[in-house]
């Protein structure tokens, strides 16, 4: 078995747990809840972050009752201007920072065209250190992947989320994308050339969509509700050039759920990641599909993300040397995204979901799954799966 002191990357972060957390940790976390960045009454507001975390303690699931098993990252470096660079164009990063004089004068800006997406004095930095606390977990995988077939599952419970923020600037409250600025970083720094992306929010990630659109290299694959916001996503929508075939949109009728999911994963999800044969797989884990959540209309469970996330663990196993990294994106009925997102940290544990204790039957209802059925048909049929 190899020592990890020199398998720091490339960059030497300082900030890697040590060489016993990372030979016997099962999940590894960080934790950049951006406090300042707040806009009460906002759906994507600074009490989102804390109530994960509150009910990780809740739940026994911290590193102060599973010191051996579940380790969290304290301290992470923020991204470099230039890590954001690489998806962002460069224009939008300086616009963004000296926005935060304004920031400061007002207390609080729109940054977007249509409105959703505020920033405060704190918005840039904590921006900053949302992306590179996903960065950060990059490292630590990495790191594990190299003395253990089974290294830890990665989680950024970060915001502000990121999905929606394209290369150009800003979008539906997403300020920079994390996951994207992750992919290039893990190409970058650890020479782990083909990135496979699962965006599981009730919306299209158009932000990661269009920063990978012509890149063979990177596999872009989006479930989200069809019609919702931002109206992006379509089936049709593959990729071009090089990259034609390398993004896979899967538009799902309102009212989807978990027997849809498990459908997708089985017939769309695995074959897609088998064939483009990943280094790394990426998670934008958005909680907001629940069917308790107030921004869309599909029905997935708590238990619809425990099998989830069991299942992405096992596919980052057999495919890619168990390397993956989760990063938190929407989820904003705080009861639904706590709870959603503890079960799959028990998952990652692999132990029994607690989904039951939570998950109400009268609150769902018939699944549509003719459409859905016709939908997984029509997207095989698109990429010969």
């Given at each position: 078995m190899g020592s990890i002191c020199c398998l720091n990357s490339p960059e030497n972060n300082p900030y890697l747990p040590s060489e016993m957390e990372l030979l016997s940790g099962k999940v590894i976390y960080s934790v950049a809840p951006a406090m300042g960045h707040n806009k009460d009454s906002h759906p994507e507001c600074n009490s989102r972050v804390p109530a994960i975390t509150s009910a990780l303690t809740k739940m026994g699931l911290t590193p102060e009752f599973r010191s051996s098993e579940i380790i969290e990252l304290k301290e992470v470096r923020p991204a470099r201007v230039d890590d954001i660079a690489s998806v962002h164009e460069r224009a939008y990063v300086s616009g963004l920072e000296k926005a935060m004089d304004q920031a400061s004068e007002q207390g609080l800006i729109f940054i977007d065209g249509s409105g959703p997406t505020y920033a405060t004095p704190t918005t840039f930095q904590e921006s900053l250190l949302a992306a590179?606390?996903?960065?950060?977990?990059?490292?630590?995988?990495?790191?594990?992947?190299?003395?253990?077939?089974?290294?830890?599952?990665?989680?950024?419970?970060?915001?502000?989320?990121?999905?929606?923020?394209?290369?150009?600037?800003?979008?539906?409250?997403?300020?920079?994308?994390n996951v994207a600025i992750a992919a290039r970083y893990a190409q970058r720094a650890h020479g782990l050339k083909r990135v496979f992306i699962i965006d599981f929010d009730v919306h299209h990630g158009n932000g990661t969509n269009d920063a990978f659109y012509d890149d063979p290299d990177i596999f872009f694959l989006s479930t989200h509700q069809d019609g919702s916001y931002p109206g992006t996503g379509k089936i049709d929508q593959i990729g071009r050039g090089d990259g034609e075939g390398s993004t896979l949109n899967l538009p799902l009728p309102g009212g989807s759920g978990d027997r849809a999911m498990r459908s997708i994963?089985?017939?769309?999800?695995?074959?897609?990641?088998?064939?483009?044969?990943?280094?790394?797989?990426?998670?934008?884990?958005?909680?907001?599909?629940?069917?308790?959540?107030?921004?869309?209309?599909?029905?997935?469970?708590?238990?619809?993300?425990?099998?989830?996330?069991?299942?992405?663990?096992?596919?980052?196993?057999?495919?890619?040397?168990?390397?993956?990294?989760?990063?938190?994106?929407?989820?904003?009925?705080?009861?639904?995204?706590?709870?959603?997102?503890?079960?799959?940290?028990?998952?990652?544990?692999?132990?029994?979901?607690?989904?039951?204790?939570?998950?109400?039957?009268?609150f769902l209802y018939e699944e549509p799954s003719n459409k859905v059925k016709d939908a997984i048909q029509k997207v095989k049929h698109i990429h010969s799966l």
């Amino acid at each position: 078995m190899g020592s990890i002191c020199c398998l720091n990357s490339p960059e030497n972060n300082p900030y890697l747990p040590s060489e016993m957390e990372l030979l016997s940790g099962k999940v590894i976390y960080s934790v950049a809840p951006a406090m300042g960045h707040n806009k009460d009454s906002h759906p994507e507001c600074n009490s989102r972050v804390p109530a994960i975390t509150s009910a990780l303690t809740k739940m026994g699931l911290t590193p102060e009752f599973r010191s051996s098993e579940i380790i969290e990252l304290k301290e992470v470096r923020p991204a470099r201007v230039d890590d954001i660079a690489s998806v962002h164009e460069r224009a939008y990063v300086s616009g963004l920072e000296k926005a935060m004089d304004q920031a400061s004068e007002q207390g609080l800006i729109f940054i977007d065209g249509s409105g959703p997406t505020y920033a405060t004095p704190t918005t840039f930095q904590e921006s900053l250190l949302a992306a590179g606390a996903g960065i950060s977990l990059v490292d630590a995988v990495v790191a594990a992947s190299k003395v253990r077939e089974d290294p830890p599952v990665g989680f950024a419970l970060v915001r502000p989320p990121g999905h929606h923020a394209v290369p150009t600037g800003p979008m539906g409250f997403c300020v920079f994308g994390n996951v994207a600025i992750a992919a290039r970083y893990a190409q970058r720094a650890h020479g782990l050339k083909r990135v496979f992306i699962i965006d599981f929010d009730v919306h299209h990630g158009n932000g990661t969509n269009d920063a990978f659109y012509d890149d063979p290299d990177i596999f872009f694959l989006s479930t989200h509700q069809d019609g919702s916001y931002p109206g992006t996503g379509k089936i049709d929508q593959i990729g071009r050039g090089d990259g034609e075939g390398s993004t896979l949109n899967l538009p799902l009728p309102g009212g989807s759920g978990d027997r849809a999911m498990r459908s997708i994963f089985d017939e769309v999800i695995v074959p897609s990641a088998q064939r483009f044969k990943p280094d790394i797989i990426l998670v934008s884990a958005g909680y907001d599909a629940h069917v308790l959540d107030p921004l869309a209309n599909l029905q997935f469970t708590t238990g619809t993300y425990y099998m989830l996330s069991s299942n992405i663990q096992q596919l980052a196993r057999d495919l890619c040397g168990g390397r993956c990294v989760f990063f938190l994106e929407g989820g904003y009925n705080l009861s639904s995204l706590s709870y959603s997102v503890a079960d799959s940290f028990r998952a990652f544990l692999g132990e029994p979901s607690l989904a039951a204790e939570f998950d109400n039957p009268a609150f769902l209802y018939e699944e549509p799954s003719n459409k859905v059925k016709d939908a997984i048909q029509k997207v095989k049929h698109i990429h010969s799966l």
